[in-house]
């Protein structure tokens, strides 16, 4: 392009004026194309240079023998500035590169500063690496000395690949395979450090083998790997200040626990003990009536005492999973009358309506647990409403499930406390009146949930509880291994 | 046979237990004799030739499941065994093993003194006679007729022999085993769904609310009895 400038001001301009503006050619080739380009534009520009602006014109001769030298000169500045120029290219993106990879960074360490899972680490670290690399990420945790693969999504991890990484784990250095043999797509794999050592490992996956990388893109991997460390210790150190809280919480709950099962208990084992002292110390002081009264007086304490112990029982029992439930097609009837019976006399006073169509399909029970559940229930019942009022079991099918309901007309339940009736020792009123230790309604939840079911609480529109024990009417499957083995 | 003339052996390892039990059976008019463990208990039966026995399943170094077994090699003394709560397993052992019946501890004595009367009763009388009526129930086992207040109920045939069964052991528990095996014979064991559909089709036709049975009451766990109070 520069020939066909110069050829009209061949007359007019000294020829070494003419390289000048070869040269400046060159230069804007270098900046402009980079180095191989400027190279042959140095080469086009001599022998341009010769054919048309060196006497004779449109030879390759040479009059002048001076002219070789300017050639040489031509040449050689050219190629210089070739290499001067395209370095100069290649530092600007190399610093460029650096901005970009420094910006990355800042924003992945950003972003994973506000990540709560391994598997948002996973995702977070796919997202970076597809941006720079067009690649994915694969995360592995040790988990006693083990290494498991957090969940994701596409990247699939072969025998090969997990060797390679639990190489990697051992060794403690980086390593790479090929992972994907349609795509040529390489797994490279880092390390993940922290104060506890390592901790897993992290795979990229990359659509080009390690060492056509740059050393700087290398750095860009390790530094991601590094912050994918960073994020996940952090997770871990977060999850164990929880569990130590949680631990806390939990001690000061179970002293304040054992105060209140220690008073329940003393207290009725007060009453029997001062009422049998004064039948033994006052005896000649006492009359028929009287001693009849201390008598009835610890026989009642007796039994109180037994309705406690047996709650705190069932209540370990059931925490400790030592029950098994196993559960069997009983009719609902058969349910309500055993849970009935157990309430004997209590029930001689109080009115109770059986809506217990005999038409409704067998339920799988475990009849000794689901009765005692049914029978918290109602004990609950008849505590907490007037002796008036009757008691409502109400038993339907719902979609597939049993829904059995005992309706009360008492008080019914304030709204604030409708979850909290059902923690342990929880009780709406505390006195010596209302017998009992707050067990019962988290016995029949921890019952009726072990049979796939659940208990709702609801308050009648026209005053009163409804309790409604929820089950399925096909045993959930994981209670029918024992269905099997009976 | 009046019950001052009875004899009663009473077997726990808790000295209280021995004690209340002493002095309430003696009160009643019964002879009481003691043992503590299993070893004692079969030499006592021997010696001192009891009517009845009440057995503590918790014993120490028999349990009281062998203690039964072993008795029952060679004796029909009635066995009324106490067992505590959830011990569901070793209740139905017991009984399946041959004792008569059993009481959860803790109890009180007017259900001992029932259970006993209902037990001893079988052996005073054991011939039931072919007409048993309790309250509105009447089941002629001669002309195997069954009424309710008056009115013939049609029990198929499987529902009339679980009645049978239940009323010629009226007042005592029989386990599922047991009234599988007396109704439909030897390897139906398993089966007690059975068992479950009919009891709950006889409940429809001979109680008035089968949510309140009057007649046929499940133990839960253990198998069901005839409530027949003396």
């Known amino acids: 392009m520069t020939t066909l400038i110069g050829i009209p001001l061949r007359s007019f301009i000294d020829p070494t004026n003419l390289v000048m503006l070869y040269l400046l050619a060159v230069v804007l080739a270098a900046l402009r194309l980079g180095r191989y380009p400027a190279v042959l534009a140095s080469f086009l520009s001599v022998l341009a240079f010769d054919v048309f602006f060196v006497q004779p014109y449109n030879t390759f001769a040479v009059a002048d023998a001076q002219f070789v030298l300017t050639f040489a000169a031509l040449l050689g500045v050219g190629l210089l500035i070739s290499t001067l120029a395209a370095q100069a290219r290649e530092q600007e993106k190399a610093a460029q590169d650096r901005a970009t990879h420094t910006r990355t960074l800042y924003e992945l360490s950003r972003d994973l500063a506000l990540v709560l899972d391994p598997i948002d680490v996973v995702n977070t670290m796919t997202t970076y690496t597809d941006r720079i690399f067009r690649g994915k990420a694969v995360l592995l945790l040790a988990y006693n000395e083990e290494l498991k693969l957090v969940k994701q999504t596409d990247c699939h991890l072969d025998k090969q690949g997990l060797d390679v990484a639990d190489r990697v784990f051992r060794e403690g250095k980086p390593a790479e395979c090929l992972v994907d043999n349609q795509g040529e797509v390489y797994g490279a794999f880092f390390p993940l450090r922290s104060t506890q050592g390592i901790i897993g490992v992290l795979g990229l996956w990359l659509s080009k083998l390690s060492t056509t990388l740059t050393s700087e893109q290398w750095r860009l991997l390790e530094a991601f790997a590094s912050l994918a460390a960073q994020a996940l210790t952090r997770i871990n150190l977060m999850l164990e200040a929880r569990q130590t809280q949680l631990l806390r919480e939990s001690e000061k709950l179970q002293s304040a626990l054992l105060n209140s099962i220690s008073h329940d208990l003393r207290t009725p084992l007060a009453s029997i003990t001062g009422a049998l002292s004064s039948l033994r110390e006052d005896a000649a002081f006492l009359d028929e009536a009287a001693r009849s009264l201390l008598i009835n007086t610890a026989w009642e304490q007796a039994a109180r005492l037994d309705e406690f112990v047996g709650n705190l029982l069932d209540m370990t029992r059931l925490e400790a999973g030592v029950r098994k439930v196993k559960p069997e097609f009983y009719d609902v009837q058969d349910l309500v009358g055993v849970a009935l019976e157990r309430l004997g006399v209590r029930l001689d006073e109080r009115d109770i309506i059986i809506k217990v169509p005999e038409t409704l399909p067998p339920a799988p029970i475990d009849l000794p647990l689901m009765a005692q559940a049914l029978f918290n229930l109602v004990d609950n019942a008849l505590k907490y409403s007037p002796r008036d009022c009757p008691i409502v079991i109400d038993a339907k099918v719902v979609d597939t499930n049993l829904q059995l309901a005992v309706i009360d007309e008492g008080p019914g339940i304030p709204a604030e406390d409708s979850m909290r009736i059902f923690n342990k020792f929880y009780r709406v009123q505390r006195s010596s009146e209302v017998a009992g230790i707050g067990l019962g309604l988290p016995i029949s939840m921890g019952i009726v949930e072990a049979h796939g079911g659940r208990i709702s609480v609801a308050n009648r529109s026209k005053g009163g509880a409804v309790f409604t024990i929820i089950i399925p009417l096909e045993i959930p499957l994981n209670l029918q291994e024992s269905e099997k083995k009976e | ?230």
Do not use: C
């Open chain 2, 1 to 230: 046979m009046n019950e001052t003339e009875l004899r009663v052996l009473v077997v726990d390892d808790e000295r209280a237990i021995r004690r209340f039990l002493r002095t309430s059976l003696t009160a009643n008019g019964y002879i009481v004799f003691e043992a503590t463990n299993g070893d004692e208990t079969l030499e006592a039966v021997i010696r001192d030739r009891p009517d009845l026995i009440i057995l503590d399943l918790g014993l120490p170094d028999m349990e009281g499941v062998e203690v039964t077994m072993r008795l029952r090699e060679w004796s029909h003394i009635p066995i009324i065994i106490l067992s505590v709560r959830d011990q569901e397993a070793d209740k139905i052992a017991a009984l399946d093993a041959g004792a008569d019946d059993y009481l959860t501890k803790p109890f009180s004595v007017g259900e001992l003194m029932a259970r006993m009367r209902v037990v001893l009763r079988r052996v005073a009388h054991p011939e039931i006679g072919p007409v048993f009526t309790i309250r509105d129930l009447v089941v002629d086992m001669a002309r195997r007729l069954v009424l309710v207040r008056g009115r013939e109920v049609q029990l198929t045939p499987t529902e009339y022999d679980l009645l049978r069964v239940l009323v010629t052991h009226a007042g005592k528990v029989l386990t599922h085993q047991q009234l599988l095996r007396q109704v439909w014979g030897l390897g139906y064991e398993g089966d007690s769904h059975l068992l479950r559909v009919n009891i709950s089709n006889l409940r429809q036709k001979i109680e008035s609310n089968s949510a309140r049975p009057e007649y046929i009451v499940t133990e839960p766990g253990v198998g069901y009895r005839l409530r027949f109070d003396i």
